[in-house]
Nanobody
């Protein structure tokens, strides 16, 4: 049983910054990946950034150089630092944990946090 709770969203002006947090409770297995997705109204949910347990971080091209994903394993928390925000970054941001169990990945989602960037 895993629970993910996102926080840190809000309304900001273009050029400002936000830091999203996702606190996980329950079982996080040794091989895992934590990711941030976002979804704007009428658009597909998009993978923004990911940070696997044993690999390099990755980002969608549109946020490279502006967003940074990190994790604090002692706190079971993943962060998304978002700088130089643009109106097109607006959307609901979701945290996802993927656990590698016996021959299968198990995915868990948070409920999302709204990010709105005004111009």
């Amino acid at each position: 049983q895993v629970q993910l709770v996102e926080s840190g969203g809000g309304l900001v002006q273009a050029g400002e910054s936000l830091r999203l947090s996702c606190a996980a409770s329950g079982t996080i297995l040794s091989i895992n990946s934590m990711s941030w997705y976002r979804q704007a109204p009428g658009k597909q949910r998009e993978l923004v950034a990911s940070i696997p347990s044993g690999g390099s971080t990755s980002y969608v091209d549109s946020v490279k150089g502006r967003f940074t994903i990190s994790r604090d394993n002692a706190k079971s928390t993943v962060y998304l630092q978002m700088n130089s925000l643009k109106p097109e970054d607006t959307g609901v941001y979701y945290c996802k944990l993927s656990n590698l169990g016996p021959s299968k990945w198990y995915d868990y989602w948070g409920q999302g946090t709204q990010v709105t960037v005004s111009s």
